[in-house]
């Protein structure tokens, strides 16, 4: 969800740069009418000072408007990815056969999935 004229560039504090929603807007309050949910997330020191300390400069409205905006650019990012695939695989012959997936499955998967694989098929 990028503003007219914004564009990604080193991570979200580009994007705050070219300017966001995240920016303060003096005299207008919380999304009226956008369902929310308060929620529990685990993020490493570094990350929660440095928002704070965009919040701080007035980079950010606050924490929750920072990880909102963080969480949507992220979900419109995998959608694009999703949309892209899609396409491939049309492009391609259609879906990818048991086999293919997993073969995909297996080059993906990280070092710890694969010990994990490995320890479920020796037992």
Known sequence: MLQAGATRCAGITGFLAAGSPLKPNRGSGMVFGMPTRKITITLGDHQVHEIRALVGAGQAQSVSA?????????????????EMLQEALQQTG???????????????????????VRKGKAA
């Not at 920072?66 to 999703?82: E, I, N, P, R, T």
């Not at 259609?94 to 010990?115: C, F, N």
Request: hydrophobic share 40%; glycine share 8%.
């Open 66 to 82: 920072f990880v909102q905006h963080a969480v949507g650019v992220a979900l419109s990012d995998a959608a694009g990815w999703k």
């Open 94 to 116: 259609g879906p990818l056969t048991p086999k293919e997936r997993a073969w995909a499955d297996t080059l993906l998967s990280t070092r710890a999935e694969k010990k994990r």
